[in-house]
C-alpha cells in the first residue's frame, strides 16, 4: 500500500522529523514516515530538549531493518539529530557532553543508523575562538578511527552566541578534528538564510560552500521556510512555500542536481498541533505550491 505511495518518485530522497518513543522505537517512526509517503525519515533518541536516553531494543532494531526493506527504505538515509542542549562550545560541562555523545554515537550504531546531526553550540559570552576550539577539543575525545557514524554538524542562524552560522566557522571546525572524514555537515534552508545567505541565488551559496567546505561534505538537507526575512538571526521555521524562502527557492534546493544523493527532511511547524508533512511532501512532488495546505493539515481525519 505504501509502495504505491513512493512508486517511481523513488528518485527523490525526502521525510521528515518523527517520532521515536521507547516501546516501539524505529517502527513506529517507520511507520509514521510511510503515512505521510516520505523514503526516509529523522528522530530524536529521545526528547529534544534533555539528554534522558531510552536503551535500544534489539528485537525492535531487527523488525525495524526487516520493515525498511520491505518498504524499499535505505537505512543508509535515515537521520538522527543529537539533543539540542548539549553544547560543545561551553567547556562547563565538557566530561557531560563528550560521555553523552559517545553513549549516542553508541545507540545511533546499535540503531545502524549512519547520519547524526549535531548543533555545533553557543559560545554562551566565551568568544568564538575559544567556542570553536572547545567544539573541536570534544569533537577530537568523542570521534576516533573505530567511529562509524558520520556526524553532520549543522548550519547555524546565529541566534544568540551560536557557532555554525558562517561557512568559515563550520571548515574550521572540520580542519580541527583529527579524524575528519567522520565530520560532515547538515545544511539547514531557514537557518542558512536567517544567517544572510540568500536563496534567491542558491546557485552561487552552493558554489562558496563548494569552496569553503567542498560539496562532498554535504551529507543531510533540512528542507523548512523561515518566518523571518533574510539575514534575520531567528531561526524560527515556516511551512514550506509560506515564509520569506519561499517555494520555489525550496524547491531548486530540493531537486538540485548536484544534491540528489542528499536525503532532504522536513522540519516545519504542526498546524494545530497536525503535522504537515503528508501534505508538504505531496506538494513537493507536484511540483506544484498548494495555498490551502493549511487548512487541508487541519481538516484531515
Ligand atoms: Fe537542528
Ligand atoms: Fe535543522
Ligand atoms: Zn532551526
Known amino acids: 500500500m505504501c509502495r504505491k505511495i513512493i512508486g517511481d ?15 516501539t522505537q524505529m ?28 536503551n535500544i531494543d534489539d528485537t525492535l532494531t531487527k523488525e525495524a ?3 525498511l526493506k520491505d518498504n524499499q527504505i535505505n537505512i543508509d538515509n535515515i537521520v538522527v539529530h543529537a539533543p539540542y542542549i548539549i553544547n560543545l562550545a561551553n567547556d562547563k560541562n565538557y566530561d557531560f557532553n563528550v560521555s553523552f555523545l559517545k553513549q549516542e554515537i553508541n545507540r545511533v550504531e546499535k540503531l545502524g543508523v ?16 575559544k567556542g570553536i576550539k572547545n567544539i573541536i577539543d570534544s569533537l577530537n575525545d568523542v570521534v576516533d578511527e573505530n567511529t562509524k557514524v558520520n556526524i553532520c554538524l549543522e548550519t547555524m542562524a546565529g541566534k544568540g552566541t551560536e557557532l555554525g552560522c558562517t561557512f568559515e ?13 567522520k565530520i560532515k555537515i547538515c545544511l539547514d534552508t531557514c537557518h542558512i538564510h536567517d544567517a544572510g545567505y540568500d536563496l534567491n541565488n542558491f546557485d552561487d551559496v552552493l558554489k562558496t560552500f563548494d569552496k569553503i567546505i567542498g560539496l562532498d561534505k554535504l551529507s543531510v538537507i ?16 515556516e511551512n514550506i512555500g509560506y515564509g520569506y ?3 520555489d527557492n525550496l524547491l531548486k ?38 495555498d490551502h495546505l493549511k487548512e487541508d493539515v487541519v481538516n484531515y481525519k
Not at 11 to 23: A, M, N, R, Y
Not at 114 to 129: D, F, K, T
Not at 222 to 237: A, F, P
Open 27 to 54: 517502527i513506529g517512526s517507520i511507520e509514521e514516515s510511510l503515512r505521510y509517503g516520505s523514503n526516509t525519515f529523522m528522530f530524536y533518541t529521545g526528547a529534544p530538549q534533555n539528554t534522558r536516553r531510552y
Open 253 to 290: 534546493v530540493i531537486y538540485h542536481d548536484k544534491l540528489k544523493d542528499v536525503p532532504k527532511i522536513l522540519e516545519t511547524p504542526y498546524i494545530e498541533k497536525c503535522p504537515p508533512y503528508k501534505y508538504e511532501i505531496e506538494m513537493i512532488r507536484n511540483k506544484k505550491f498548494n
Open 9 to 23: 518518485k523513488m528518485d527523490l530522497i525526502i521525510g521528515s522529523h518523527v517520532s521515536f518513543t521507547k516501546d
Open 222 to 237: 533540512h528542507v523548512n521556510d523561515s518566518k523571518n526575512s533574510l539575514g534575520s538571526h531567528k531561526d524560527r521555521h
Open 65 to 67: 531493518f526487516n520493515m
Open 245 to 247: 524562502i519561499g517555494f
Open 169 to 181: 566557522q563550520l571548515k574550521q571546525m572540520i580542519d580541527g578534528v583529527k579524524y575528519n572524514d
Open 114 to 129: 549512519s547520519r547524526l546531526v549535531l548543533h555545533p553550540g553557543s559560545h554562551v559570552g566565551l568568544g568564538e575562538e
